[in-house]
């Protein structure tokens, strides 16, 4: 199955990705996490990523494409995957198509603006595997303490009110003319928030079968 998680910075595709990564039995590609993990590893494409990062906008179409391109071509992707993130402009998804990938089927998450903005001050993620939590909708067993891997839990630099008011912006201009893109392809499935992460897993799994 080729599965992408399409929605606004915050509407849960990273922690939809992750449960249905589990349930499904194939990886999770999200281009934000191997672009934090090259930023911390000071590689090249990480230092020309960062900037853009910090201030909500969009990594350059080139770097993504490069990226994304190298990562399904790994042998853990050989019987499928779930991109979360990525494509996020219709150059991304052109250029997924030109490379012979078609998708099954295209979820997207649809939240409001608001609820966006009131989670993104909640949430917190690990700074060492990426794991994402909300200090009340999904809290660690500990405070501050990955569940996962036992990392520290921070807050993004891009959760910050402004950038993400700037990151929303974005995701209405560049993002959300892909489900246009994909409904003309009749892979399109909006699943709208159900109020609760097990919820929405349910709503998604519903559509998958
Ligand atoms: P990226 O890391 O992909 O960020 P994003 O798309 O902005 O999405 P987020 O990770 O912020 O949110 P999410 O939808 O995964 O939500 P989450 O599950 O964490 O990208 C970061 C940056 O990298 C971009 O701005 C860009 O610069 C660059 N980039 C990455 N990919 C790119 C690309 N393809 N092209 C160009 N640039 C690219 O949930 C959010 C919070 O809500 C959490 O606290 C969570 O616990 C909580 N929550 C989740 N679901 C629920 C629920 N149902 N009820 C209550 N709380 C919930």
Redesign the pocket.
């Known amino acids: 199955m080729k599965l992408i998680?399409l929605?606004?910075?915050?509407?849960?595709?990273?922690?939809?990705?992750a449960i249905l990564a589990a349930e499904l039995g194939i990886p999770t590609i999200?281009?934000?996490?191997i672009?934090?993990a090259a930023i911390k590893n000071g590689t090249p494409t990480g230092m020309k990523?960062k900037t853009?990062?910090d201030e909500?906008?969009?990594?350059?179409?080139e770097?993504?494409i490069g990226i994304?391109t190298e990562r399904l071509a790994e042998s853990d992707c050989a019987k499928g995957y779930i991109l979360?993130?990525?494509?996020?402009?219709i150059a991304?998804a052109e250029a997924l198509e030109a490379a012979g990938i078609r998708f099954d089927h295209v979820v997207s998450?649809e939240?409001s603006d608001e609820?966006?903005e009131e989670?993104?001050s909640?949430?917190?993620?690990c700074e060492h595997c990426g794991a994402?939590?909300?200090?009340?909708?999904?809290p660690p067993r500990t405070e501050g303490v990955c569940d996962v891997c036992g990392g520290k839990l921070v807050t993004?630099k891009?959760?910050a009110p402004e950038t993400v008011k700037n990151?929303l912006a974005?995701?209405h201009r560049e993002t959300e003319p892909l489900k246009d893109f994909y409904k003309s392809r009749g892979v399109l499935y909006p699943v709208e928030?159900?109020?609760?992460?097990e919820?929405?897993s349910k709503a998604i799994l519903a559509v998958l079968k």
Do not use: C, E, F, W
């Not at 929605?7 to 990705?17: E, I, S």
């Not at 999200?30 to 996490?33: E, P």
């Not at 909500?56 to 179409?61: A, C, E, T």
């Not at 909640?122 to 993620?125: M, S």
């Open positions: 998680l929605g606004a910075p915050g509407a849960g595709k990273g922690t939809q990705a999200s281009t934000g996490n672009l934090r990523a853009y990062m909500g906008h969009l990594v350059p179409d770097v993504i994304i979360d993130g990525v494509p996020r402009t991304q998450l939240v609820t966006i989670r993104m909640g949430r917190r993620v994402s939590y909300h200090i009340k909708a999904v993004r891009d959760d990151r974005v995701y928030d159900m109020g609760s992460v919820a929405t």
